[in-house]
């Protein structure tokens, strides 16, 4: 069975929600930080409810309603949403009062909204649905694991219209601690050539991307979600490329069917490698765009590759930015994204013209 | 009193992250709830724990919530009401 890609949504360090296929122009960042551009979300939520939702929550709320209004909907038979840190600011608001007001007089408001599940009830509560609604906090396969229980809610026939999305925030206490453990490059350049350099460490990034996905394709249909599979701390990039033939075969694909590779390459020169062993060993020659740059590197970035991923077979075209290598064909059937997060969570996405 | 409301309305601004209010937007005696700045029950929460941070004033019946909270005017009447015990 199929599922439909129906609309989509990315609010992102690009300028993904001004309504072009892509972004108008790309933005270039010289730091190693990418903060999302922000719409006015003033469009999407009233003043009396967005003073009490923190940055991730308006990223989640703003990209669902782009992709509900793309889908043509307004209210989905679910709502199901990943996120490894969840409402980071708030959480980090509500604990630093903890600590300096030594447990008294706290007030409801960054505890109420510092739950992983916020997004996914505001949204909710926003769009009036009071159907299932579901929140995956799994690190690096937290997008993943929304998409895996859209598919199979769908494949079930409980829900004709999903709302699926993830999303993360970096906050200024998260970017120092991750800094620390050596995770970002302290000279990072320009991002436009973050994925030439081979040195150790990426950018950090942010972003929400959501997506309504459904058992039938609609005039607002964009792609199809062919298949995802996750696979947990491979023991080599032996194990991935098992994987990929298996998962290949599962679709009744080749290698040679791939018409776009999609990699998460992030421009550290340790992650890159498991990116650079599976192109050449698996698909040589083939065109590959990457995202990495455009969005920086955080757990649920995959939603944005997805995102990226499902506009290219929509509008059947790779920006220039995001190409990393090859020429892709006139026609663009099967793209297949490769990403993982910091070597542990690896993933298979595949996404295909409908 | 007219001091102290005028910091009050700036507290409730700040405390209650009240995007695009200014002072001057919220009457004396204006009703804080449902009408006028059109508040709900989580900003009565945070109303009491504005009294408790800035002014030490505990609200021991959670019954004059209602009294005390009508607007800014009784807030500001009821800090001085407190204070003066």
Request: overall charge negative; aromatic content about 10%; proline content about 6%.
């Given at each position: 069975m199929k599922i439909y890609i129906n609309g989509t949504g990315a609010i992102s360090p690009?300028?993904?929600?001004?309504?072009?296929?892509?972004?108008?122009?790309?933005?270039?960042?010289?730091?190693?930080?990418?903060?999302?551009?922000?719409?006015?979300?003033?469009?999407?939520?009233?003043?009396k409810q967005i003073r009490r939702m923190s940055r991730v929550i308006k990223m989640g709320v703003g990209a669902a309603q782009l992709s509900l209004q793309q889908a043509g909907i307004s209210v989905p038979d679910g709502i199901i949403t990943g996120t490894a840190y969840g409402c980071l600011d708030d959480t980090g608001v509500f604990l630093q009062k903890m600590v300096v007001q030594e447990e008294q007089m706290l007030t409801p408001t960054a505890f109420i909204q510092s739950t992983h599940n916020t997004v996914g009830g505001q949204i909710a509560l926003l769009l009036g649905c009071h159907a299932y609604n579901n929140t995956f906090v799994h690190r690096g396969f937290s997008f993943e694991s929304a998409l895996l229980d859209a598919i199979m809610f769908l494949r079930e026939g409980e829900a004709r219209q999903l709302l699926v999305g993830g999303l993360d925030e970096i906050t200024h206490f998260s970017h120092a601690i991750l800094q620390r453990f050596g995770l970002y490059k302290t000279n990072p350049g320009h991002s436009g050539s973050l994925l030439q350099l081979h040195n150790k460490g990426t950018i950090a990034g942010e972003g929400a991307a959501f997506f309504v996905l459904g058992a039938a394709s609609t005039p607002h249909t964009k792609a199809?979600?062919?298949?995802?599979q996750t696979i947990y701390k491979p023991t080599d990039n032996a194990a991935i490329q098992q994987a990929t033939t298996l998962f290949l075969a599962a679709h009744?694909?080749?290698?040679?069917?791939?018409?776009?590779?999609?990699?998460g390459r992030n421009g550290d020169v340790d992650d890159d490698q498991w990116y650079n062993t599976w192109t050449t060993a698996h698909f040589p020659g083939k065109p590959e765009a990457a995202f990495k740059h455009l969005c920086g590197e955080y757990p649920t970035a995959t939603g944005f590759g997805m995102w990226l991923g499902a506009n290219v077979l929509a509008h059947q075209q790779v920006p220039a930015e995001a190409m990393y290598s090859g020429t892709v064909p006139a026609k663009i059937n099967n793209i297949l994204m490769y990403n993982h997060h910091l070597t542990t969570h690896h993933s298979l996405i595949l996404m295909q013209v409908c | 009193m007219e001091q102290l409301i005028a910091d009050l309305k700036a507290q409730i601004i700040e405390q209650l992250n009240l995007q695009e209010v200014k002072p001057e937007d919220i009457g004396d005696d204006a009703p804080l709830f449902k009408e006028g700045l059109g508040l709900d029950s989580i900003d009565a929460l945070e109303l009491i724990v504005?009294?408790?941070?800035?002014?030490?004033?505990?609200?021991?019946?959670?019954?004059?919530?209602?009294?005390i909270f009508t607007s800014v005017r009784t807030i500001a009447e009821f800090i001085t009401e407190q204070k003066a015990k």
């Open positions: 690009q300028q993904t929600a001004v309504g072009a296929a892509f972004w108008p122009a790309v933005q270039d960042y010289t730091t190693n930080r990418l903060k999302v551009v922000d719409p006015d979300y003033k469009q999407w939520i009233d003043l199809c979600l062919a298949g995802v009744g694909l080749l290698a040679a069917d791939i018409d776009l590779l999609i990699t | 504005l009294l408790q941070q800035y002014y030490g004033i505990r609200i021991a019946n959670p019954d004059d919530g209602p009294r």
